[in-house]
T-cell receptor, first 114, second 110 residues
Framework: DSGVTQTPKHLITATGQRVTLRCSPR?????VYWYQQSLDQGLQFLIQ???????AKGNILERFSAQQFPDLHSELNLSSLELGDSALYFC?????????????FGSGTQLSVL | SQQGEEDPQALSIQEGENATMNCSYK?????LQWYRQNSGRGLVHLIL?????REKHSGRLRVTLDTSKKSSSLLITASRAADTASYFC??????????FGTGTSLTVIP
């Protein structure tokens, strides 16, 4: 058990809908990262938060947004869903430091858009 | 894109053999890490090598890093069926973002 909790584990929804994925990082970790994993794109970095502030954006679509709350949990919001958004979404956290910290991954949310 | 690439995409070996997988990346890095992913599960950290290091060992794992070629290799010695998984390299840049490669799927045949 990595200590990173993601809910829900599975999500099935229809095109055009909006969903929210939730992540609780390990106790003491300030950084939260979101990744999307699909068969044809590999593991894509979406966005990073550090202690409530957005730190970096990767390949995140404008239809997607995220935030990190004061209690450090994070939510990834996906709207106007398309079939191509079907993927495994991972959250990862890392402890505070100056670099060289490893990522601890949650078990992911499998999103299926029908 | 800062995403790296692993090579080969897939590797199948007999138990007891060594497995070597390679990673190439594009930008300057602080360090490079290798992760393992069992099917449909979260990634698990295996080993980290800093940009000023050339080789590192951890148990049956050996990692090398060549920053001039922007490449790394992961060697798993005396492989076991339980090593069957996908392996990813991840580069950490100066902004503490982690970019993952495309992964190598390793199958170890008992």
């Amino acid at each position: 058990d990595s200590g990173v909790t993601q809910t829900p584990k599975h999500l099935i929804t229809a095109t055009g809908q909006r969903v929210t994925l939730r992540c609780s990082p390990r106790s003491g970790d300030l950084s939260v990262y979101w990744y999307q994993q699909s068969l044809d794109q590999g593991l894509q970095f979406l966005i990073q938060y550090y202690n409530g502030e957005e730190r970096a954006k990767g390949n995140i679509l404008e239809r997607f947004s995220a935030q990190q709350f004061p209690d450090l949990h994070s939510e990834l919001n996906l709207s106007s869903l398309e079939l191509g958004d079907s993927a495994l979404y991972f959250c990862a956290s890392s402890p505070p430091g100056t670099g060289g910290e490893k990522l601890f991954f949650g078990s992911g949310t499998q999103l299926s858009v029908l | 894109s800062q995403q790296g690439e692993e090579d080969p995409q897939a590797l199948s070996i007999q138990e007891g053999e060594n497995a070597t997988m390679n990673c190439s990346y594009k930008t300057s890095i602080n360090n490079l890490q290798w992760y393992r992913q069992n099917s449909g599960r979260g990634l698990v950290h295996l080993i980290l090598i800093r940009s000023n290091e050339r080789e590192k060992h951890s148990g049956r794992l050996r990692v090398t890093l060549d920053t001039s070629k922007k490449s790394s290799s992961l060697l798993i010695t005396a492989s076991r069926a339980a090593d069957t998984a996908s392996y990813f390299c991840a580069t950490e840049n100066t902004g503490n973002q982690f970019y993952f490669g495309t992964g190598t799927s390793l199958t170890v045949i008992p």
